[in-house]
């Protein structure tokens, strides 16, 4: 992930894995009219996460690719890290 945007999509995607999550609560807290924001847009495109239908709730959920993501992202040190972990 090299794009501007990737650091918001792994925000997503680590928010949306912590765990279950609505769509209406995903679209109030990223859905965005700006068009150089399209982070939610480009997570499903991805395939990072995608709609399902649980007990007529429409939820949101992490997939395989988006899994694969976040371990990359947690064995690769961002720009300018010290090599020391993360507080939680």
Do not use: F
Not at 47 to 61: C, E, F, M, N, P
């Amino acid at each position: 992930m090299t794009d501007p945007i990737d650091a918001l999509i792994l925000d997503l995607v680590e928010w949306v894995a912590r765990g279950e999550r609505s769509y209406a609560e995903v679209m109030e807290a990223w859905r965005t009219s700006c068009p150089r924001l399209p982070v939610w847009e480009d997570a499903i495109d991805r395939g990072l996460i995608t709609r399902r239908q649980a007990d007529g709730r429409a939820l949101v959920v992490i997939t395989q690719s988006g899994l694969a993501l976040l371990a990359r992202s947690r064995h690769s040190p961002g720009p300018g890290a010290s090599g020391t972990a993360r507080p939680a």
